[in-house]
């Protein structure tokens, strides 16, 4: 049994099950025709070259980590992230601190 909600009493009725999937008579529209297609073709063709060739250098087995392999760009990156990270260590132990001792 399917019920719709009737406007005229305000309450659940019986229904048939058009009439119970499409209320006050409004019925799905259906497209007839596809959309138009927007892009076509790629934007931008990739080459597989350049991809084999960053992976030849990222695996070269030269005992330089990954995140250094680019030279001084990456050692400089790596420097300043890690001074800055003991740096922030170091600042919240000495708030800490100074947080834990009592006011006099």
Known sequence: MYYKFSG????????WASEAYSP??????????????IFATPTKLTSDSTVYDYLQFFQKADGVPIYLKRGLPDQM?????????????IYCLIALYMAAQPKK
């Open 77 to 89: 990156l790596y420097r300043t992230t890690m001074v800055l990270t003991v740096g922030g260590t």
């Open 8 to 15: 005229f009493t305000q309450k659940l009725a019986g229904a």
């Open 24 to 37: 006050q008579g409004l019925k799905s529209v259906v497209p007839t025709e596809a959309p138009p297609i």
